[in-house]
Every structure is written in C-alpha cells, then in structure tokens.
C-alpha cells in the first residue's frame, strides 16, 4: 500500500462548482496533515494544514478521519484560478514528510 | 513574508559532474529539507536535517548524495558524480520545528537540473 494515496485526476468541473479530494495514508502513527496546491512547474504551495476537529478557509475545508486514515479537502464555487494540481500531504513523526502523487484540477469557464 | 530562496534557478551539467544545490531556508526555522520532483511525477523526499545531521533520508539518498550547512543561512545538496536519471527539479524547504513541531514546510522555486 502507497504511503499517501490520493484520487486519480484529472477532475474537469465548471466555475461554480463543487469539488472534493480525498487521500488515504498507511502509517497510524502519523501526526500532521495539510493540503498543497502546485501549479505547473512551480514549488508547492501550503493551501492550509488540516487539524483533528476540521477546518475551513473560505471556500476550502479539509476533513480528518484518523479512524479511517483519511483526509479530505472540498472547494466550494470552484475559480478558474483554483486550477491547479493538489497535493496531500503527511508527517509521520519524526522528520519525513510525504507527499501524495497529487489531484490535477481543471476548472473551465 | 519570509520566504526559503534556491540558486541556480536551472543547472545544466554533463554526466559524471559533480553540482551544489543552494538553498537559504527561512532564518528561524530549525528543520531543512530537499525534496525533487522527475518532471511528470510527485514529490519525492530526499532528506531532512535538524541541529546539524541528518535526521532521515529515503532510499534515493545514496552514496552520492550529501547534504550540508556550512555557515549559520546556507544549506547544500552535492551531487557527486551526476547521472542521467538526476534530471530534476529539486526543492529546498524549511520548517519552524521547535514550540511548533507539527508546522508546515515551506518550500523555495527550486531548481531544474538537467544532466547531459
């Protein structure tokens, strides 16, 4: 089983629209969760860290379910500068944080 | 807002090179990194370093890899001796550790290698 596994994309929704990723991790003993976003070619970018009780930020909110190992990140009214590429990311303790394969959005006008 | 800075942007080498990789993490972070991504494929973790070691590194951080922070800002990848499959972009990144030992990493614009 990967270490963090997200949806296969690419996901194609209209501006307006409602979109949700999910990701699973395999080690129980992880400890932090967030959500990046990466355009083409760039560095990734922290959308927001995801926390126990879930947490929004404007149009975004990120879930955690530890029972289950499985985080989500829903975006509402969905931009076409939201286009981009998410990446689900987790800490297992210590120092090693891991990337998923990531989410590729399109968002068309 | 304080911000993790990498040089060169792009690196051309020939096979068989060694190259250095420059990052200066964001000044009170305590925790560094280098990540690299084959164009196409995800993030992969390469190392991470705290209090001047490494404190883990994955299976691609072989013999010819290292890592060090030679003054109080900068903080290196060396490549030794370069092969093809090195083509990459690398990501330095840092993250504050210490009261916040959960804290987010964040990364500089990296830079493209591309070994001929």
């Known amino acids: 089983r990967k270490e963090v596994e997200q949806d296969p994309g690419p996901f194609n929704v209209p501006e307006g629209a409602t979109v949700a990723f999910n990701c699973t991790y395999s080690n129980s003993a992880s400890q932090s969760f967030f959500w990046y976003r990466q355009d083409c070619r760039k560095e990734p970018k922290l959308l927001m860290s995801?926390?126990?009780s879930g947490n929004e930020d404007g149009r975004f909110t990120a879930q955690l379910n530890r029972a289950s190992q499985y985080i989500s990140l829903l975006i509402r009214d969905s931009k076409l500068s939201d286009s981009a590429t998410y990446l689900c990311?987790?800490?297992?303790?210590?120092?090693?944080?891991?990337f998923g394969a990531g989410t590729r959005l399109f968002v068309k006008a | 807002e304080p911000e993790v800075t990498q040089t060169p942007s792009h690196q051309v080498t020939q096979m068989g090179q060694e190259v250095i990789l420059r990052c200066v993490p964001i000044s009170n972070h305590l925790y560094f990194y280098w990540y690299r991504q084959i164009l196409g494929q995800k993030v992969e973790f390469l190392v991470s370093?705290?209090?001047?070691?490494?404190?883990?590194k994955s299976e691609i951080f072989d013999d010819q890899f290292s890592v060090e922070r030679p003054d109080g800002s900068n903080f290196t990848l060396k490549i030794r001796s370069t092969k093809l499959e090195d083509s990459a972009m690398y990501f330095c990144?840092?993250?504050?550790?210490?009261?916040?030992?959960?804290?987010?990493?964040?990364f500089g614009n990296g830079t493209r290698l591309t070994v001929t």
């Open positions: 370093f705290y209090n001047n070691e490494i404190s883990e």
């Open positions: 995801v926390y126990s």
């Open positions: 990311v987790v800490r297992a303790g210590g120092f090693k944080t891991i």
């Open positions: 990144a840092s993250s504050e550790g210490g009261r916040r030992p959960n804290s987010p990493l964040h």
